[in-house]
């Protein structure tokens, strides 16, 4: 397996755009995916296959990727937003998947 | 409403193996993998394995191979993951989830309460 790397953390104003970046290798078929983990539940999915949103995620999230760096925005925080933010790739060499070592989002 | 319904906490003792399992219900239980993840105390996110619900085949990660299995039973939509030869490293809290479109390698959509597995002598 491989490392997946994520800045430990992003602190942004409210109304302001947060930006996680997910290192690893993207592309070739390979997918990324992104979930928001609040303390002491579930994670949750917020952007799957690289850019799409699952129903009930607002459009505040977004997530693009480009070579090897796939990124997850969020638009306009909240402090709703706060939370630890992991990126998962799912390795289509070998159909497994490794996730990023996450980013606590602060929101001042 | 689609629901994974886990087992509740175990305590083990090191050298000994547990089992998780994982009721599922609201949706079409074959068309969806099983994934299993494991977070220990403070921890991030660690990815163990998957059980394709339609055939049985099953893939996991590196770090479990030869110390998990998973398994289902399709009369009661229940997945089983069983880790054996536990030591302390391998207290966590244990996540099944399910994929959210019927291909490989999509996101994880719908997760379980989570079990926690506490390994002390």
């Known amino acids: 397996s491989y490392a997946v790397t994520q800045p430990p953390s992003v602190s942004e104003a409210p109304g302001q755009t947060a930006t996680i970046t997910c290192a690893a290798e993207?592309?070739?078929?390979?997918?990324v995916h992104w979930y928001q983990q609040k303390p002491g539940q579930a994670p949750v999915l917020v952007v799957f296959?690289?850019?799409l949103r699952p129903s009930g995620i607002p459009d505040r999230f977004s997530g693009s990727d480009s070579g090897n760096t796939a990124t997850l925005t969020i638009s306009r925080v909240e402090a709703g937003d706060e939370a630890v933010y992991y990126c998962?790739?799912?390795?289509?060499?070998?159909?497994?998947?490794?996730f990023g070592t996450g980013t606590e989002v602060t929101v001042l | 409403q689609v629901q994974l319904l886990q087992s509740g906490g175990e305590v083990k003792k090191p050298g000994a193996s547990v089992t998780v399992s994982c009721k599922t219900s609201?949706?079409?239980?074959?068309?969806?993998?099983i994934n299993w993840v494991r977070q220990a105390p403070g921890q991030g996110l660690e990815w163990m394995g998957w059980?394709?619900?339609?055939?049985?085949?099953?893939n996991y990660a590196q770090n479990f191979r030869g110390r998990v299995t998973m398994t289902t039973d399709t009369s009661t939509s229940t997945v089983y993951m069983e880790l054996r030869s536990l030591s302390s490293a391998d207290t966590a809290i244990y996540y099944c989830?399910?994929?959210?479109?019927?291909?490989?390698?999509?996101?994880?959509?719908?997760w379980g309460q989570g079990t926690l597995v506490t390994v002390s002598s």
């Open positions: 989830a399910k994929e959210i479109r019927a291909v490989s390698g999509t996101g994880f959509d719908s």
């Open positions: 609201g949706y079409t239980f074959s068309n969806h993998d």
């Open positions: 059980i394709s619900i339609y055939n049985g085949h099953t």
């Open positions: 993207i592309g070739g078929g390979n997918r």
């Open positions: 296959d690289g850019t």
């Open positions: 998962q790739v799912w390795d289509r060499d070998t159909d497994t998947f490794v």
